[in-house]
């Protein structure tokens, strides 16, 4: 359910199209399960409906309201239906068809503008979907590793990675990259988005290995602890902020009162995060040396944001020690 910018609700769920209830979706093979996009004003009545689908079950996961329509993100186990030309990769589990994830880009009243499918020949799910400026993010997991996966951590099926996917206004893939080890990534909605280029996800697993970049392990074979990420996007200006980046300077390191971020320029925005992804202090950038009071933080490891004009960003870690 997403509620628009217009006081209505957009209201998306799995339907096996039976015939009476309030449905306009038709089934038309095998019982399968169609999306059905629903637009509900203030008082639940509808406004329109819509519905898409292939020839096999289909499911929504996330929803993105765009000035001139919706992004939605699916899994379709199916390359047929509204799916043709998809470039659906076609693989199988046991004796069912894998998923991919499945973006879908419709106007105003839910028609479909473009579809495309993501993925390998294993099972590959979207969790969330978030719009930046020059594209949209989805971050997902995956067993694969072949076609659009190429750095899985895991063996593949049954085990997965989390996958942070960014495709661009046509759906073309901008980045992709896996996270995890050898084991099960379980992701859910433990998804924040921070600004366009960082991304704070957390996860579960039972166990590690070498693999990968977990490097820590449960207690107890079969526990399962929480893995929690900040991603940051190197595909926005990489050239540009490699300059700025060998010119940022923080120090003392490691301080225990204070200290300094030295910059190249004399605009932008500082923000302090500390190892949880919590902002803990942001403001505006008014000359090139800007220091900083860390009394009251706990002994640790924070992480230091610089944010340019236009939105580019590179960290540095700094330890404070009392």
């Known amino acids: 359910m997403l509620a628009t910018s217009d006081g209505d609700l957009l209201v998306s769920c799995s339907t ?48 993105n309201e765009l000035p001139d329509g919706y992004m939605l ?12 030309g998809s470039g659906y990769h076609e693989g199988w589990e046991f004796n069912t068809p894998t998923a991919d994830i499945w973006l879908v880009k419709t106007d105003l009243y839910g028609q479909i503008v473009w579809q495309k499918c993501y993925g390998g020949t294993k099972g590959d799910y979207p969790y969330s979907i978030f719009k930046t400026g020059d594209g949209y993010v989805v971050v997902g997991r ?15 099926y049954p085990y997965t990675n989390i996958w942070v996917l960014k495709v661009g206004e046509d759906g073309e893939i901008i980045s992709s990259q896996c996270f995890g080890g050898s084991t099960v990534m379980e992701l859910q909605s433990a998804v924040i988005k ?19 970049q977990i490097t820590c392990q449960p207690v107890f074979v079969g526990d399962h602890q929480i893995w929690l990420i900040s991603v940051m996007d190197t595909t926005v200006g990489v050239n540009k902020m490699d ?3 060998k010119n940022i300077k923080v120090y003392p ?23 949880l992804g919590i902002l803990l202090h942001s ?16 002994e640790g490891m924070y992480m230091v944001k610089y944010i340019t004009e236009n939105g580019n960003t590179t960290s540095k870690k700094v330890m404070i020690l009392h």
């Not at 979706?25 to 999306?35: E, F, K, P, R």
């Not at 995956?142 to 593949?156: I, R």
């Open 16 to 63: 096996l199209g039976e015939p009476g209830g309030n449905t306009s979706c038709i089934t038309s093979v095998n019982g399968s399960a169609d999306l059905s996009i629903t637009k509900l004003n203030p008082v639940g009545q509808v406004e329109w409906q819509n519905c898409i689908g292939t020839n096999y079950h289909d499911y929504i996961r996330d929803m």
């Open 194 to 212: 921070l600004s366009d280029t960082h991304f704070i996800i957390g996860s579960t697993f039972p166990y590690s290995s070498d693999l990968g």
């Open 253 to 275: 390191n490691p301080t225990n009162e204070a200290f300094v971020v030295e910059l190249p320029v004399s605009s932008g925005q500082i923000d302090v995060y500390n190892t």
């Open 73 to 84: 993100a699916c899994y379709v186990r199916n390359g047929e239906g509204d799916a043709t």
């Open 142 to 156: 995956t067993s694969s590793t072949d076609y659009d996966v190429t750095d899985n951590h895991s063996p593949g």
């Open 243 to 245: 300059v700025i980046d």
């Open 283 to 298: 403001q505006r950038v008014s000359e090139n040396k800007t220091i900083l009071d860390c009394r009251l933080y706990p």
